[in-house]
């Protein structure tokens, strides 16, 4: 049997058409993903766009390490470090329209990303 690794992108990719974008509207909510290896690579989400009121949903795909994600003056998230539990998203509301960085904590010089929402 051959294993195939799945990188970031493939990972994105499998969870936007499970979850949906932006275009899939409030129901699903706009995915911010942290995929395998996040500490180093990054998000893979490094840009996401939500509508103001919809859901925003942070998936930790790492199967190794808990990351978070905060909102740069958007709403006060419980830092809740994604992945030490058996839990590995959480859901939130879009804040008001406009621009805003985000980071996880753990990891605040690799994994940051901007959240634009109309």
Partial sequence: MRKVKVGAAAAAAALMA??????AGAATGTPIVAGPGAAV????????VAVSGGKVVF????PLQPHNVVIIGGPALPVTN?????EKKITFTAPA???????????PQSMRGTLTVV
């Fill in 97 to 107: 329209p406009g621009t805003y960085e985000f980071y996880c904590t753990p990891h």
């Fill in 18 to 23: 499970t979850v949906g974008g932006p275009q």
């Fill in 41 to 48: 690579a990054g998000f893979a989400t490094k840009e996401a």
């Fill in 59 to 62: 998936v930790n795909l790492d």
């Fill in 82 to 86: 994604v992945g030490e539990t058996d």
